[in-house]
């Protein structure tokens, strides 16, 4: 399956902390997508890394790819209670025309 | 522009009624999606189509469950003879460039009683 994992299920910090999210997958992939999802909301595109690309950055988001390893990061910096919400990895390679995404990390920002 | 946009919202159907689900994609986006989700679960992709083309449909059940994106007006995803087992969140997404930076609709809940 090209379906990312994200690591872990559930995170929770204090405002201000750094929020670090994991997502893995097991096949060649195009390009990797980061989304998030608020309670009870359709998801919302957060940053895109092509597989020739190792870092990208998009305001206090950082995220990296490591194809070697097959992984993904999420960084979130100086985080704020506004960013609780559950974070989805999504892959999609080769001739697969499915986006396909995890089950999510679910991020709470206490204030 | 308005966003994609689903409608109903929320659609309460009976055990054996058919539902139909509405997207509208974003104004340009010539690719839209739709996709499944259970509570505490992420997404599972059911159909891929491209102005009047499924593209992929490997994602959606033979039996009962059919979707189409027409020349003119949105994309449907039909279930018929619901059952309770259909009850889900479904979105749809569009987006401009095939599977990049997709749009999500709100989504509609429906519930099969």
């Known amino acids: 399956s090209q379906q990312g994992e994200e690591d872990p299920q559930a995170l929770s910090i204090q405002e201000g902390e750094n929020a670090t999210m994991n997502c893995s997958y097991k096949?060649?992939?195009?390009?990797l997508q980061w989304y998030r999802q608020n309670s009870g909301r359709g998801l919302v595109h957060l940053i895109l890394?092509?597989?020739?690309?190792r870092e990208k950055h998009s305001g206090r988001l950082r995220v990296t790819l490591d194809t070697s390893k097959k992984s993904s990061s999420l960084l979130i910096t100086a985080s704020r209670a506004a960013d609780t919400a559950s974070y989805f990895c999504a892959t999609v390679g080769g001739s697969n025309y499915k986006l396909t995404f995890g089950k999510g990390t679910l991020l709470t920002v206490n204030p | 522009n308005a966003g994609v946009m689903q409608n109903p919202r929320h659609l309460v159907r009976r055990r054996g009624q058919e539902a139909r689900l509405r997207c509208s994609p974003m104004?340009?986006?010539?690719?839209v999606y739709w996709y499944r989700q259970l509570p505490e679960e992420g997404l599972k992709f059911m159909v891929y189509l491209q102005k009047e083309n499924i593209i992929d449909e490997s994602g959606m059940p033979k039996e009962r469950f059919s979707a189409e994106f027409p020349k003119e007006g949105p994309s449907i995803l039909r279930i018929q003879q619901v059952v309770r087992g259909d009850s889900a969140a479904y979105f749809c997404?569009?987006?401009?460039?095939?599977?990049?930076?997709?749009?999500f609709g709100s989504g509609t809940q429906l519930s099969v009683l």
């Open positions: 890394i092509r597989s020739n690309e």
């Open positions: 096949t060649s992939i195009n390009n």
């Open positions: 997404a569009s987006s401009e460039y095939r599977n990049e930076k997709l749009f």
């Open positions: 104004k340009g986006h010539s690719h």
